[in-house]
């Protein structure tokens, strides 16, 4: 397997526009997580997804965040409109686990995606 | 709320033991685990400990006293690949990180 696929790598744009980040998780894998890494918060789980439902979306920052998944092998995490302090390293990672805890010791991470919002 | 503290940065030599304590408050708790990451790439999972005491996996010992609030990662027999850093984790109702530590093996 591929393992988990993000693109793009690199991201850079200009203040007030949209961004999309994409993720392909591990074939089978049934969760699947958005984190943000920053030099000051350091890594943040912003929503995780289980079969494609939103499961917990309570660390997206705001409004201007959404993440979708639309079927099993593909999910987006959107910023519209981008602002500068959204830059940051964005994780994508899936896992198998059966439930609760064990997701967690499951999880496969992505390569990332650095944004940088000017 | 979650807290979660760790040292910033820790310095060992080859060979050496280096010894990552994490301390923490949290509102429930189901599982604290350890991450590596490299510099540029992205965390892989190092240890999970859900009940007090040592988990142990080659080279790295995790521990846990939950009582205490407090864990540790133990790094034997230091490796240059090591020179990582380390992430604490806390699940209660969702997956909370502490800052990281970030560990230099020197020569």
């Known amino acids: 397997d591929a393992g988990v696929i993000q693109s793009p790598r690199h991201e850079v744009t200009e203040m007030g526009q949209e961004v999309t980040l994409r993720c392909k998780p591990i074939?089978?894998?049934?969760?699947l997580f958005w984190y943000r890494q920053t030099m000051m918060r350091g890594l943040e789980l912003l929503i995780y997804?289980?079969?494609?439902?939103?499961?917990?979306d309570s660390g997206m920052p705001e409004d201007r965040f959404s993440a979708k998944m639309p079927n099993a092998s593909f999910s987006t995490l959107k910023i519209q409109p981008s602002e500068p302090r959204d830059s940051a390293v964005y994780f994508c990672?899936?896992?198998?686990?059966?439930?609760?805890?064990?997701?967690?010791?499951?999880?496969?991470f992505g390569p990332g995606t650095r944004l940088t919002v000017l | 709320g979650q807290n979660i503290d760790q040292p910033t940065e820790m310095t060992a030599t080859e060979g050496a033991i280096v010894q990552i304590n994490c301390t923490y408050q949290?509102?429930?708790?189901?599982?604290l685990f350890w991450y590596q990451q490299h510099a540029g790439e992205a965390p892989t999972f190092l240890s999970y400990?859900?009940?007090?005491g040592l988990e142990e996996k080659g080279r790295f010992s995790s521990f846990l006293s939950r009582s205490k609030g407090y864990s540790y990662l133990l790094l034997k027999e230091l490796q240059m690949k090591d020179s990582a850093s380390y992430l604490c984790?806390?699940?209660?109702?969702?997956?909370?990180f502490g800052a990281g530590t970030t560990v230099t093996v020197r020569a």
């Open positions: 990672a899936s896992s198998s686990g059966t439930s609760g805890t064990e997701v967690y010791n499951e999880q496969f």
């Open positions: 997804f289980n079969n494609n439902v939103p499961i917990d």
């Open positions: 949290t509102s429930g708790f189901n599982g």
């Open positions: 074939s089978g894998h049934d969760y």
């Open positions: 400990n859900v009940l007090d």
């Open positions: 984790a806390v699940h209660d109702y969702k997956l909370s």
